[in-house]
């Protein structure tokens, strides 16, 4: 069974960084496409950024100049650098990927979530 299993999340002030991390296990082919997405109490869940085969990235307006995402694909690995945190970017991260697996069909998997929290 495919897993994502997050990393890195905790308190950190105003101002500061913090670094996320996923890693995905199981049956995997290929891993597609991964992300990061969060949810803010009270809030809907949205996208954070993506990254893809070949390294394309997309960012959320929010995030875009602080949070850098990246991809280990040795290690079916993917980073989240975040900079320059403000108290709005608190929320649980979710990892999300886009898996093929030995059946060779693809599919969308979660993590369980990560808290972030940034203080004021």
């Known amino acids: 069974q495919v897993q994502l299993v997050e990393s890195g999340g905790g308190l950190v002030q105003s101002g500061g960084s913090l670094g996320l991390s996923c890693a995905a296990s199981?049956?995997?082919?290929?891993?597609?496409?991964m992300g990061w997405y969060r949810q803010a109490p009270g809030k809907q869940r949205e996208l954070v950024a993506t990254?893809?085969?070949?390294?394309?990235?997309n960012y959320a307006d929010s995030v875009k100049g602080r949070f850098t995402i990246s991809r280990d694909n040795a290690k079916n690995t993917v980073l989240l650098q975040m900079n320059s945190l403000k108290p709005d970017d608190t929320a649980v991260y979710y990892c999300?990927?886009?898996?093929?697996?030995?059946?060779?069909?693809?599919?969308?998997?979660w993590g369980k979530g990560t808290l972030v929290t940034v203080s004021s």
């Open positions: 999300n990927a886009d898996i093929t697996g030995f059946d060779f069909r693809g599919m969308a998997y």
């Open positions: 199981g049956p995997i082919v290929r891993i597609n496409a």
């Open positions: 990254i893809i085969n070949g390294g394309s990235t």
